[in-house]
């Protein structure tokens, strides 16, 4: 009798594995918690049906990626910095009037990892959030002015939940000022795009950006630490690359807002949302001048007004004025090789640097001012052709500039891209702007 029990606890064990995908030995105490994480149909939620992650939208996809790094500039260039709450942030009613916490003690914006990706999946980057109208310690909002942008990529649907969904984790649904329940958690995130096909598991897929990925946390003897949950899921990112994601989070110890690693912490399922499929259409690639792929938060310029070696910055969103003459040479970055864009193969354009034509950028060599692209893995510069301000002349370049004219460049392999910004300390520079855009072309 006992051989029949141990056989059946081991097949039940395995059962639950192939649903799970984890590979851990499971506790015989911990088989209820574990089943309890599988759902066994459909809840009954707001979304579309009959997609797959085939019915993305790759250029809405890198538009999240970029709307996700620009909080991640705005900390680098020290905009605004972050801190790191589990359960927390302006999207979850914890405080005793239902608001949520929007800063800490220091006037650090208050995230978790869901907060910031369902932030992110609304189309909602840095300028457009309540974080970047901080401006004292302890500050709260009320999570029902949180709404999705009309972007065409953005999810519509987490915030028009019907009463009755069955979403596994629900101590943070509330209503919205219309009646409706949302989509908060992690947990929640994964059972959502799950309900729709829109997941699937390492190994089945090649991961893209924009791709969301799911972890899960046990304790010292195995069990779940969050068992009813779905999968027993706490934790998300945003992928920027097939091996590299943006999240806020307490691991590393390092925690905060960060770019990590699939090789130090590797995710345990992916999702990939629509991205506007269902408005313009299935693509698996950049159209040509489908997406701005320069974040409107820089990595290494703040936002408003700032002084680097006698010279004047002032920055609101991605246009720039400069003012002053620079006592010596200035690198800025603009997106950092730390957390890079990656760029499929294709023929791209960078341009927006001068409004204006001086002379000394009329000569398509020149190198008093202008953005430079860069390969974040290698440190090599992309080779491509400048064109002078004017128009009258070009010149191949490695790195390749934008100095006025625009410049346009050829990848022949996916490759990830960092760009900086040059400014001369020969000659005065008031008068001169910026507002640079990257196309695929």
């Given at each position: 009798?006992?051989t029949i029990?141990?056989?059946?606890?081991?097949?039940?064990t395995?059962?639950?594995r192939?649903?799970?995908?984890?590979?851990q030995?499971?506790?015989?105490?911990?088989?209820?918690?574990?089943?309890?994480?599988?759902?066994?149909k459909?809840?009954?939620i707001?979304?579309?049906?009959?997609?797959?992650?085939?019915?993305?939208?790759?250029d809405g996809?890198?538009?999240?990626v970029?709307?996700?790094?620009t909080?991640?500039?705005?900390k680098?260039s020290?905009?605004?910095?972050?801190?790191?709450?589990?359960?927390f942030?302006?999207m979850?009613?914890?405080?005793?009037?239902?608001?949520?916490?929007?800063?800490?003690?220091?006037?650090?914006?208050?995230?978790?990892?869901s907060?910031?990706?369902g932030?992110?999946?609304?189309g909602?980057?840095?300028?457009?959030s309540?974080?970047?109208g901080?401006?004292?310690?302890?500050?709260?909002y009320?999570?029902q002015n949180?709404?999705?942008t009309?972007?065409a990529?953005?999810e519509?649907?987490?915030?028009?939940?019907?009463?009755d969904a069955?979403?596994?984790?629900?101590?943070?649904?509330?209503?919205?000022?219309?009646?409706y329940?949302?989509?908060?958690?992690?947990s929640?995130?994964?059972?959502?795009y799950?309900?729709?096909s829109?997941?699937f598991?390492?190994g089945e897929?090649?991961v893209?950006p924009?791709?969301?990925?799911?972890?899960?946390k046990t304790?010292?003897?195995g069990?779940?630490?969050?068992?009813k949950?779905?999968?027993g899921?706490?934790?998300?990112?945003m992928?920027?690359s097939?091996?590299?994601?943006?999240?806020?989070?307490?691991?590393?110890a390092s925690?905060?807002?960060?770019?990590t690693?699939?090789?130090?912490?590797?995710?345990f399922?992916?999702?990939?949302?629509?991205?506007?499929?269902?408005?313009?259409?299935?693509r698996?690639?950049?159209?040509?001048?489908?997406?701005d792929l320069?974040?409107?938060v820089w990595?290494?310029?703040?936002?408003g007004?700032?002084?680097?070696n006698?010279?004047g910055?002032?920055?609101t969103g991605?246009?720039?004025?400069l003012?002053?003459?620079?006592?010596?040479?200035?690198t800025?970055?603009?997106i950092?090789?730390?957390?890079?864009?990656?760029?499929?193969?294709?023929?791209?354009?960078l341009?927006?640097?001068?409004n204006?034509?001086?002379?000394?950028?009329?000569?398509?060599?020149?190198?008093m001012?202008g953005?430079?692209?860069?390969?974040?893995?290698?440190g090599?510069?992309?080779?491509?052709t400048?064109?002078?301000?004017?128009g009258a002349?070009?010149?191949?370049?490695?790195?390749?500039?934008d100095?006025?004219g625009g410049?346009?460049?050829?990848?022949?392999?996916?490759?990830?891209?960092?760009?900086?910004?040059w400014l001369t300390?020969s000659?005065?520079?008031?008068g001169i702007?910026?507002?640079?855009?990257?196309?695929?072309?």
């Amino acid at each position: 009798m006992y051989t029949i029990k141990r056989e059946t606890l081991a097949a039940i064990t395995e059962k639950i594995r192939e649903k799970t995908h984890r590979t851990q030995t499971i506790l015989g105490e911990n088989i209820p918690a574990e089943i309890e994480t599988i759902w066994a149909k459909p809840p009954n939620i707001n979304t579309n049906g009959g997609v797959s992650p085939d019915s993305s939208n790759f250029d809405g996809a890198m538009a999240a990626v970029v709307c996700g790094m620009t909080y991640w500039n705005a900390k680098a260039s020290g905009t605004r910095a972050f801190a790191y709450q589990d359960g927390f942030g302006p999207m979850k009613p914890t405080n005793a009037d239902g608001t949520g916490r929007l800063s800490d003690g220091s006037g650090a914006g208050v995230m978790d990892c869901s907060s910031y990706t369902g932030f992110v999946l609304r189309g909602i980057g840095y300028l457009k959030s309540p974080f970047a109208g901080i401006t004292g310690a302890n500050q709260s909002y009320a999570p029902q002015n949180v709404k999705a942008t009309n972007d065409a990529w953005a999810e519509p649907f987490f915030d028009k939940q019907p009463m009755d969904a069955d979403i596994a984790y629900i101590g943070d649904k509330y209503k919205t000022t219309d009646g409706y329940l949302r989509i908060v958690t992690a947990s929640d995130i994964a059972a959502y795009y799950a309900r729709m096909s829109l997941t699937f598991w390492p190994g089945e897929r090649d991961v893209k950006p924009g791709d969301l990925c799911f972890f899960y946390k046990t304790n010292d003897n195995g069990t779940l630490v969050y068992p009813k949950r779905y999968f027993g899921i706490s934790h998300v990112g945003m992928m920027i690359s097939e091996d590299k994601f943006l999240n806020i989070t307490s691991y590393p110890a390092s925690g905060n807002l960060i770019v990590t690693s699939t090789s130090a912490r590797a995710p345990f399922l992916y999702a990939r949302p629509l991205y506007g499929a269902l408005v313009n259409g299935a693509r698996g690639d950049l159209s040509a001048g489908g997406t701005d792929l320069i974040p409107d938060v820089w990595s290494g310029i703040p936002q408003g007004s700032s002084t680097t070696n006698g010279l004047g910055f002032a920055l609101t969103g991605k246009k720039l004025s400069l003012s002053g003459k620079a006592t010596s040479g200035i690198t800025k970055t603009l997106i950092s090789k730390s957390c890079p864009v990656q760029l499929t193969q294709g023929t791209y354009k960078l341009s927006g640097f001068v409004n204006g034509t001086g002379t000394n950028t009329k000569n398509a060599s020149h190198s008093m001012w202008g953005i430079r692209l860069y390969d974040a893995d290698t440190g090599s510069g992309i080779t491509g052709t400048t064109t002078s301000s004017d128009g009258a002349s070009t010149a191949e370049r490695t790195p390749v500039w934008d100095i006025g004219g625009g410049a346009t460049f050829t990848l022949t392999k996916t490759t990830r891209i960092y760009a900086n910004m040059w400014l001369t300390s020969s000659m005065d520079v008031s008068g001169i702007s910026a507002e640079p855009k990257l196309y695929r072309i």
